[in-house]
């Protein structure tokens, strides 16, 4: 941490936060600020090496690449270790306590061990990790340069190429070089709820449910009564005495180039709309039920 160390020393100096006497509040405050902010960046900012589960930031990247098994409550099962077969004797030795005694180990519903999560899924949670990170460090540097903005570019250039690249053994190189990888493996996944068709191509089926080509036919004259019933009777108060309007008969000026204006206001429409505005108000006034 070296690099790091020095590019932190050289912005803001390291200051106790404990309050000396005679020492104003501010200056507390201003110190913890300088230490909260070089905490988070001694997070993003170090070389992990060959172990780079030491990091915070990786561990917790590491958490976020499992989930649990949908379907129910998780289960916890006793097993002895060296007795147990396949995926039981696998969680055993992941939970290795060194002796054959029993062990609880957390398999999930029905027994199962968790799972990984889906490539796309998991690269969300790298980019939010990339996109905070790199907040952070913007913020750390208007931070801490408030009285030279000129040196913001320079530091987060140094920033970015020491630790914030994919050659970098920092906790943000390994990010970065797995995102790469998981848009590669992305590409090639296949989905795990896919739709399946019939032999004769009439009845198509998705996570359970089942839709035949004259179902379509049903469905499309139901949403429109669903969008008529939505206009005629809610919006419109069933009004029954307003001019029909088809949009083969409206005319409209691309070119107007009068403020405000649109079709509403082209003179070619005006025997279509005239009253319009007013419309349901004159609805209202003449409906004793709508009135109350």
Request: hydrophobic share 40%.
């Amino acid at each position: 941490m070296g690099g790091l160390e020095n590019l932190i020393t050289s912005s803001v100096p390291a200051t106790p936060l404990l309050e000396e006497e005679g020492e104003e509040e501010g200056d507390v405050s201003l110190k913890l600020k300088h230490a909260v902010r070089q905490f988070y960046l001694a997070l993003i900012c170090h070389t992990v090496g060959s172990v780079p589960f030491r990091s915070p930031v990786l561990s917790f990247w590491a958490m976020l690449s499992r989930k649990r098994p949908r379907g129910g409550k998780s289960t916890a099962v006793n097993l002895a270790r060296g007795l147990g077969s396949g995926a039981d004797a696998a969680a055993v030795a992941a939970a290795g306590t060194g002796d054959r005694r029993l062990t609880t180990v957390d398999l999930g519903p029905g027994g199962r061990a968790g799972q990984w999560e889906e490539p796309g899924n998991f690269n969300s949670h790298l980019s939010a990790l990339t996109w905070t990170a790199q907040l952070l460090i913007f913020d750390y540097a208007c931070f801490c340069n408030q009285d030279d903005e000129d040196q913001i570019p320079a530091f987060l250039a140094t920033i970015c190429k020491e630790f914030f690249q994919q050659l970098a053994e920092t906790p943000f190189g390994h990010i970065l070089q797995w995102r790469l990888y998981l848009f590669k493996v992305g590409k090639a996944a296949i989905t795990t709820h896919q739709a399946r068709w019939s032999l004769d191509g009439q009845t198509v089926e998705y996570r359970g449910m089942e839709l035949q080509m004259s179902h379509v036919s049903q469905l499309v004259v139901s949403e429109y009564q669903q969008v008529h019933a939505l206009l005629y009777e809610e919006l419109m108060f069933r009004a029954e005495d307003l001019v029909p309007m088809q949009a083969w008969r409206l005319k409209d000026d691309l070119d107007m180039e009068e403020f405000g204006g649109s079709w509403l206001s082209h003179p070619r429409n005006a025997e279509l709309v005239e009253g319009a505005d007013r419309a349901l108000l004159w609805r209202i006034q003449g409906s004793a039920e709508l009135r109350a």
